[in-house]
């Protein structure tokens, strides 16, 4: 009887216990969740297309998605999916694109462009 409720008890305190998991370490940081760790390998996030990553239902706030239709990742800000820029961002502009700041259309251009309504308004090169 007593070695029954110390298994009870056993399995009540290990379904309690919270702990970070590490995959390729065996002591994850404190402050993850999950901690990965590699010298040689990375993390691969879900890939879908654009279609797929727009039919997700009820995604989660920070949701994270390679769309392989687009070659970007995807995070689900809460009321609509923002795309990660890459790199330096070229361009400023607004929910449809037709008002933007952009610098260099093509390499070494050198030409800062202001577009409002789809038509370039100023734009600042030489000077």
Known sequence: MKKAFLFYVAIVLAGMAQAQVGIGT????????????SSTKGLLIPRMDSTQRKAIPTPASGLLVYDTDTKSFWCWAGTSWI??????????QDADGNTKIQVEKTPNDDIIRFDMAGTEFFRMDSG
Do not use: C, E, R, W
């Open 26 to 37: 065996t002591a994850p940081h404190a402050s993850a969740q999950l901690d990965v760790s």
């Open 83 to 92: 795309k990660i820029m890459q790199g330096y961002a070229t361009v400023l």
